[in-house]
């Protein structure tokens, strides 16, 4: 069994392939933008173009285009290889990484839109501890953390809580997609936004 993860919902973009949860090769860049550009290529460097018989892909939450441009490529491929697509949510795959390094909870804090944090705890076991929170940066403090804290913007809200706390600058990496808990992976590649829409429909006249 080939798997071919993909990642490009924050500013990194990766591309991994495994067999068998071996890691055959991977990439990882930091891009901001020009996702779309440089995802195909990537997976394209990978053994045999990265083949695979499944894919996953990353769900957000996230940057709105990078999250999208990650899903459509895997289905695109998904339906060129006929592999089977599955979807991730983003921060969880911030945890495992955490906690492939400091085992226990962990409190995963990432950049948000318009200047708020994506906030979720998750435990020990790597699963959801509670939903994802889009927050100030004041009120992500206020609502505090676990003992470790990942993510792009661990080290910002270790800065603004009274006690000190384990924080590790994470972005994700398809690479570590296999310490993901595998049931959190899911046919269902909806993204998750992690906020309600900016547009709103008119009120009724």
Known sequence: ????AIDCATEACSAA?????????GRWEILG??????????????????RADRILVSLGPGSFTGTRIGIAAARALGLAW????????????????AQA??????????????GEYFVQDFAE???????????????????????????????ALDAMLSTSHDALHILPDAREAGNLPPSLAIADLKPIYGRAPDARKPAAP
């Open 17 to 25: 392939l495994f067999e068998d949860e071996m890691l055959l090769d």
């Open 33 to 50: 933008r020009g996702h779309a550009e440089r995802l195909v290529p990537m997976i394209a460097e990978l053994p045999r173009r990265g």
């Open 82 to 97: 006929g592999a089977q697509v599955l979807g991730y949510p983003t921060l969880a795959l911030v945890a495992a990484m």
């Open 101 to 114: 390094k400091r085992p226990g909870p962990v409190t995963v804090c990432m950049s948000g839109g318009h």
């Open 1 to 4: 069994m080939r798997v071919l």
């Open 125 to 155: 076991n790597g699963f959801p501890a509670g939903n994802v929170q889009s927050l100030a940066p004041a009120d992500a403090a206020a609502r505090g953390g676990n003992e470790t804290i990942a993510g792009s913007k661990a080290d």
